[in-house]
């Protein structure tokens, strides 16, 4: 099993660069870019489409030989507003040139052409609040399946409140095995706020195969290639993650741990 945690490779320019055969998986990619203003970036999509999710900052974005202009009007993560974000098609190109700081993440999974290049968000995203007590988080949803904006991808931002837990009760989306559960590989990208806090990620199978439990720091990714994954803020530390998962099929589909699903019963 690869490692499950990977850290920041650089402070600026691209400091995450996963791929699916770097993950030792078949479908999800996620790259991250930390620029300046002035910086440039592009890259080729290949056989793979792309949602750009500006996390914070401006940038100037073009894609399939379109000029989209300057996009992105959330300068820190943690205002909580509906971010920008551009899909890109296999099969083109895409470039940024940052005119703020701006940190975008680069979600990438197997492309079908079934898409064209579009701006997704502000529009149509809402925050929308999830679970009760200590489960409640807040979710911005980009690139869900009720939203036909990709062949492949599923994308989501997510706050959670300090104290609280998230992707929780413990659930799993390992099995192809629609409609009960859908196969998705899944990446956390992890901020916190403040930005030198923690928080907590486990993910396990119920056989007991796959335990790992991880401190996450500000930036870090943690992938989830089968298993439950829940996670934790700790007290005075507020949680954010963007979610990126893909799989033979576009749904979302998952099972709780049968030890913990009174919790989603008594909660409904």
């Known amino acids: 099993m690869p490692d499950l945690l ?12 996963i791929t699916a055969e770097s993950a030792g998986w078949g479908y999800v990619g996620f790259g991250l870019y930390h620029l300046e203003p002035g910086d440039e970036v592009s890259e080729v999509t290949g056989d793979r489409e ?31 507003t509906p971010p920008h974000c551009l899909y890109v098609p296999n099969g083109t190109d895409w470039s940024a040139k940052a005119t703020t700081r701006c940190t975008l993440a680069v979600c990438t999974a197997p492309g079908h052409s079934g898409h064209e290049a579009a701006q997704i ?17 807040y ?23 300090n104290g609280n837990w998230s992707s929780y009760p413990s659930h ?10 859908t196969y998705l590989e899944e990446t956390y990208y992890h901020r916190l706020n403040p930005g030198q806090g923690f928080g907590i990620q486990r993910v396990y199978t119920e056989d007991g195969e796959l335990d790992e439990t991880m401190a996450v720091k500000s930036g870090d990714v943690v992938l989830v290639p089968k298993g439950h994954h829940p996670c934790g803020a700790p007290y005075g530390y507020e949680m954010y993650y963007l979610n990126v998962m893909a799989g033979p099929l576009r749904k979302w589909r998952f099972k709780n741990d049968p030890d913990h699903d009174w919790i989603a019963q008594r909660d409904a």
Do not use: C, W
């Open 6 to 17: 990977r850290k920041p490779t650089a402070t600026s320019g691209k400091v995450h660069d």
């Open 50 to 80: 792309v949602i750009l999710v500006i996390v914070e900052g401006k940038t100037e974005l073009s894609a399939a030989g379109k000029d989209y202009g300057e996009m992105g009007d959330r300068m820190d993560v943690f205002e909580k």
């Open 121 to 137: 968000g502000p529009e149509g995203i809402e925050l929308t609040p999830r679970g009760k007590g200590q489960n409640t988080r």
């Open 139 to 161: 979710i911005n949803n980009i690139a869900m399946e009720g939203r036909d904006v990709a062949d492949s991808l599923l994308v989501t931002e997510v706050f959670t409140p």
């Open 172 to 181: 799993r989306h390992d099995e192809d095995n629609f409609p009960d559960m």
